[in-house]
């Protein structure tokens, strides 16, 4: 946030929205600037962090699914087929969460809610 001119001790939150476009909010006066320039492509380095950020959740979120599931088919084998039918499901629901994150005092927080 110090690059785009905020103090590191301000707390900003923006988060992602399903249609691609993110919400700053803030305190501190750029705020709708920052929320401007990511949402029109100027920010792109920024744009592209918090897209790759989300999406890497996203996947670690889905893979700890996968796992549970392969944990889930290995101790009940007659489930297996019922247990792995839910997987697409799952990664639906992860995959339309918001993403958050969080910036104050140079510290960065993140979820998907």
Do not use: W
């Amino acid at each position: 946030m110090t690059k785009l001119g905020i103090p590191a001790s301000t707390k900003v939150d923006i988060q992602s929205n399903n249609d691609g476009t993110f919400v700053v909010t803030s305190d501190d006066p750029k705020a709708a600037e920052i929320e401007r320039m990511l949402n029109d492509g100027s920010a792109r380095a920024l744009r592209n962090d918090l897209i790759g950020m989300e999406n890497a959740l996203k996947i670690q979120q889905i893979a700890h699914a996968v796992t549970k599931a392969q944990q889930q088919a290995d101790a009940n084998p007659a489930m297996t087929d019922a247990i792995y039918a839910r997987l697409p499901a799952i990664a639906a629901q992860i995959t339309a969460q918001s993403f958050s994150l969080s910036f104050a005092n140079q510290k960065l927080d993140y979820t998907l809610a």
